[in-house]
């Protein structure tokens, strides 16, 4: 095995920038060029392709989606912790919850919660805690969480649930030990979700793009933060009507707190930075 990084030339980007845009919307600007290079080296490398043109042909010849789906694994930014963006989750469960449990009590249906660019499941996962203590106070509260990604790799961490116990940070300690195991021996400095829990996340691949989304209309909160950011406007636009669509009156969607939805048509109600309502 040698370190070697074949040469990316202008027109091999362009074509590996087109196949990402053309299957997720994520825009890979002409600055990304050195970082897409250092992303699949490894990856021709393992398929003992000696050129991007060589990969590229593969690419085109075999028409592979399993291919792609790797170019878009490879060149996508999955960095994500639990509990990002505390404010959220505290408005989530002091908020949002209890209108939404009661409004989903009386319809007599669950409280329905989509994390949609949930990456390795830390995001997903921190919902599911407060969606677990807003149940323990609440008494005949149901409610489902569907978590979805466009990376097949990112979805296989999300449903082992298991974390490096450095990064598993709660605002609330007792939760540790409520929710999580410990690792032994070759999982020692590592904890994960308790399988009660892992269990109630329903962890499906969705391209946010894809014609339809297979998770059930009324949702009550939908996470999709720290993604449109890669998306280009039209894309953003489109993107937001779609999950305007999906949710239920009064239902909320969160986006991260540098992604307003300043400068896109919308239906929404703000009710607090990032935070979006669908109004009755
Ligand atoms: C930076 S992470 C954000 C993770 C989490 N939402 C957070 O805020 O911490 C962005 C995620 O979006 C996913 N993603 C990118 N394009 C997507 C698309 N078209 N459909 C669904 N997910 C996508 C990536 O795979 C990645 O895991």
Redesign the pocket.
């Known amino acids: 095995m040698t370190d070697f990084e074949p040469p990316l030339s202008q027109r091999a980007y362009a074509f590996l920038a087109e196949l990402v845009y053309n299957r997720?919307?994520?825009r890979l600007g002409p600055d990304r060029q050195a970082f897409v290079a250092g992303r699949l080296a490894g990856r021709l490398r393992e398929l003992g392709c000696r050129s991007f043109e060589e990969y590229c042909g593969r690419l085109t010849s075999t028409a592979s989606d399993e291919e792609a789906e790797q170019v878009i694994d490879l060149v996508?930014?999955?960095?994500?912790?639990f509990f990002?963006e505390p404010d959220h989750f505290d408005h989530l469960s002091q908020a949002l919850l209890p209108v939404a449990a009661h409004r989903a009590g009386v319809a007599g249906r669950p409280v329905r919660v989509w994390c949609a660019?949930?990456?390795s499941g830390?995001?997903a996962y921190s919902l599911a805690l407060v969606l677990a203590e807003f149940e323990r106070r609440t008494a005949g509260m149901r409610w489902t969480l569907a978590a979805s990604?466009?990376?097949r790799r990112?979805l296989d961490r999300c449903r082992s649930g298991i974390y490096d116990a450095e990064r598993v940070q709660l605002p609330d300690q007792a939760w540790l030990a409520r929710y999580f195991r410990r690792g032994f021996g070759v999982r020692e400095g590592q904890y994960r979700v308790k399988p009660e829990l892992r269990s109630r996340l329903a962890v499906s691949a969705?391209?946010?793009?894809q014609e339809s989304y297979p998770v059930p209309a009324e949702q009550d909160a939908i996470?999709c933060?720290?993604?449109m950011i890669?998306f280009d406007e039209p894309s953003r636009q489109a993107l937001v009507e779609r999950l305007y669509d999906h949710l239920a009156v009064g239902g909320q969607l969160f986006v991260?707190h540098a992604e307003s939805l300043l400068g896109l048509r919308h239906r929404f109600r703000q009710v607090r930075p990032a935070v979006y309502e669908r109004p009755a």
């Open positions: 997720s919307r994520i996508s930014t999955n960095h994500t912790h990002r660019a949930a990456a830390e995001e990604d466009i990376s990112m969705i391209n946010l793009f996470f933060r720290n993604v890669y991260g």
